[in-house]
């Protein structure tokens, strides 16, 4: 499988989640990818995620219900321990769309609402440092 070459951000789609041309920063140092969500409730057998923020106006507020969700430890770059629901979604790169794990995490104060990680990344992308929004870049054209 030939990997296609990403840059070290870029702007994506969440078709699920009803989220376009957001902000993704290309973590490799983190396992797991995550996504900024404002508030998250569980309602019987269900999870009710809000992915709102002031900082990041392509968050667009609305509520999202997952059926099917876990949880997953999720050691953070300070070195603590955090338990963060984790969904199954999908992400749009290169106008593909590949399935992906997110964890839930409160990103407010960040540049990136999303760290994409290294579970998601292998075997399909390689990663060049000095390169942005090739993704994004190809999809205006």
Do not use: W
Request: hydrophobic share 30%.
């Amino acid at each position: 499988m030939t990997k296609k070459t990403i840059g070290r951000v870029d702007r994506v789609d969440f078709p699920k989640l009803e989220l376009y041309n957001i902000d993704v920063k290309i973590d490799t140092g983190a396992y797991t990818s995550a996504i900024h969500c404002s508030e998250i409730k569980v309602e019987g057998e269900t999870l009710r995620c809000t992915f709102y923020s002031k900082g990041h106006p392509n968050f667009n507020g609305k509520e999202v219900i997952f059926d099917t969700y876990s949880k997953t430890d999720v050691k953070s770059s300070n070195g603590f321990r955090e338990n963060r629901y984790k969904v199954k979604s999908e992400v749009i790169f290169f106008g593909k769309k590949y399935k992906i794990n997110l964890t839930l995490s409160t990103r407010e104060d960040m540049k990136f609402p999303v760290l994409i990680g290294r579970q998601f990344l292998k075997q399909k992308f390689l990663v060049d440092v000095d390169q942005e929004n090739i993704s994004y870049n190809l999809k205006t054209l």
